[in-house]
């Protein structure tokens, strides 16, 4: 389980290595809101692909070891206390914008400069992706249970058109 503490530990953490990421999935959702909606069993980060050694070093410091590797798509790092963080790696273009590898390499995930905005946990801002950038991930798979409860609440605040 990844609480909200263990998040802010996280950014923390990685703050202090100097590294930029972004949250995105549910707690990214969360951090839009500005209030925690449901429980979260990972933190889903993305992070600039060149500092990716120096991620790798502030989590490996921090008792996380690599429990998966879809590289150059994803990874994933666990903690001995069995948090998780889902890593996506990002190609930054002058113009802020950045694209991620996807399982289909002609077809990247796309990340427009307006992706990148700031949310806030246990009011603390935390950099996250917007809105519209989660909703454009949610689409084009069977949601499951939190995809449904996620974009609920987008639609409820925000009030986007979401896909279900």
Known sequence: MMTADGVLSVLSLLQQARVAVWIGGGWGIDALLGEQTRDHGDLDLMHRQEQEPAVLAALTGA?????????????????????????HPLVFA?????????????????????AFVTGRIDGTPVPCLSAEQQV???????????????MA???RVFGVATHF
């Open 153 to 155: 609440q987008l639609r």
């Open 136 to 150: 454009h991930f949610h689409q084009g798979y069977e949601p499951t249970e939190h995809d449904r409860h996620d």
């Open 94 to 114: 002058e113009d802020g914008s950045a694209t991620q590898a996807s399982l289909e390499p002609s077809r990247p995930f796309v990340y427009p400069a307006s």
């Open 63 to 87: 008792g996380f070891v690599e429990t998966l590797d879809w590289r150059p798509v994803r990874f994933v790092v666990t903690a001995p206390d069995e948090r998780e963080i889902d890593l």
